[in-house]
């Protein structure tokens, strides 16, 4: 229990109320005039108004409340050895970890194998639309630097990754070996944030241009240096810390990027921008237009990845919604999407991944339209995955989702993208076009 802030906010509460209650208002002078404390009566008690005036007196009067904070977290961490946030678990020697990941429960066999098919419906529609799609799976933090954690707390964040990896598709660039193998893996992440750092982001660069174009990654274009980074987990004990690690990036003889729109490859340099566009003809020049969906783990990825590209797009997917991405990947040639561990794992996946590449790419897979009659017609094929393509006519913009009828209570062969706006199922068929899309199944 935070002990030290217990004890304030009782002290805090208790004297002056009871001051408030027998008349004793406290001085003003150094009030600003607007917020002056009245002294409430106990009639006062029973209105809202005296709870506001107590929060006033205690905002005023009680000196160094927020330091009061500061010195119990440190309380907590140094002679407690415990979080004073339940979001943040800490280890040993310092090491800080979220508890997101920490907190899952084993999960089964056929919860991955569910996975599994996700991504085969989407390694099918990135088949369909005649690109070249790989994706991959950054491992939790726990899932790799596990020594500094007891109990065994680590134990299902690293079968889960493991079991996750078993059930992923062709199309995954399985990073999972690469980083057990390492020689030194506390080197890959940073000790008081949630992510790989430079050195981490580094190995999976690697391991993605070798899936790519096997032999093309250059070690000798890797330049080194350090960065300094202000680290979330450590922000939210209240103990900020700013870490300097190894940064890397590639550099080919030195020639700089093109720059597309102004942004910077810089990933640390330019997170405000959720796109950002390269040109490299000069460098190993993997042909065609890349586009790169990456989250939080990506961002030291840019520098080493955009260079191997004749044209490259990244795209910062938390600062976009789903329809957006979906308008910018559609011109890809070949699309790179990763996702951190933790959103593959515990729940759902953060959309429908096929579903999501049906809209961005529907232009490429000859969707047919059909009406609102033909909705109530459709025979299910074992062999075929079955989209709906719903544009709605009052706003712009693609979308999908099942109608009402019977013939959608079974989902397992019709799919739904995620509908911008509130849609209801019983849509007035004189508002919307629907355009269905077929998709052959590809076996396990």
């Not at 999960?107 to 194998?113: E, I, K, M, T, V």
């Not at 004990?237 to 190894?246: F, G, H, P």
Request: aromatic letters at 8%; charged letters at 25%.
């Amino acid at each position: 229990m935070n002990r030290l802030v217990a004890i304030v906010f009782l002290l805090a509460i208790t004297v002056p109320g009871v001051l408030l209650i027998s008349g004793h208002s406290p001085p003003t002078s150094d009030a600003p005039t607007d917020e002056v404390v009245v002294s409430p009566t106990m009639a006062d008690v029973l209105d809202a108004t005296w709870f506001d005036s107590v929060d006033a007196m205690v905002e005023r009067r009680i000196p160094m409340l927020d330091v009061a904070v500061a010195v119990d977290s440190r309380v907590s961490r140094t002679v407690f050895a415990d979080s004073p946030n339940p979001e943040v678990t800490i280890g040993a020697e310092g090491w800080l970890f979220d508890n997101e990941s920490l907190d899952r429960a084993c999960l089964s066999g056929q919860y991955f194998a569910a996975i599994g098919d996700e991504m085969r419906r989407a390694d099918a529609v990135a088949a369909a639309a005649g690109i070249e799609f790989l994706y991959w799976v950054a491992p939790d933090k726990a899932a790799v630097v596990s020594d500094e954690l007891s109990g065994g707390r680590s134990a299902c964040t690293k079968a889960n990754v493991a079991a996750l990896d078993e059930h992923l598709t062709s199309a995954a660039v399985s990073l999972l070996p690469a980083f057990a193998d390492h020689a030194d893996p506390d080197t890959l992440f940073y000790r008081t944030d949630t992510h790989w750092n430079d050195s981490g982001g580094l190995v999976a660069s690697r391991q993605i241009i070798e899936r790519l174009a096997p032999g093309l990654w250059d070690e000798h274009a890797v330049v080194y240096g350090s960065r300094s980074y202000d680290t979330d987990l450590s922000r939210l004990i209240s103990d900020a810390k700013t870490e300097v690690v190894t940064a890397a990036s590639v550099v080919f003889d030195g020639i700089p990027l093109i720059s597309v729109d102004g942004s910077s490859a810089d990933p640390m340099g330019d997170m405000s921008r959720s796109v950002r566009s390269f040109e490299f003809p000069d460098g190993p020049a993997i042909e065609g237009q890349t586009v790169v969906a990456y989250d939080s783990f990506g961002l030291p990825q840019v520098d080493d990845l955009a260079p191997y590209f004749a044209s490259s797009t990244f795209v910062y997917t938390p600062h976009f919604d789903e329809d957006e991405a979906a308008a910018v990947v559609g011109s890809a040639d070949r699309l790179l999407w990763g996702r951190v561990q933790r959103k593959f794992i515990g729940g759902d996946l953060e959309l429908p991944v096929s579903s999501w590449l049906v809209e961005a790419f529907v232009d490429r897979l000859d969707p047919v339209r059909i009406d609102s009659a033909e909705l109530t017609r459709i025979e299910m094929d074992p062999s075929i995955e079955i989209y709906l393509v719903v544009r709605d006519l009052r706003s712009d913009g693609d979308h999908v989702f099942p109608p009402s009828g019977t013939i959608f209570d079974d989902k397992s062969r019709v799919h739904a993208l995620r509908v911008r706006g509130d849609l209801e199922f019983g849509f007035d068929p004189d508002h919307f076009e629907v355009e269905r899309v077929d998709i052959p199944v590809q076996e396990s």
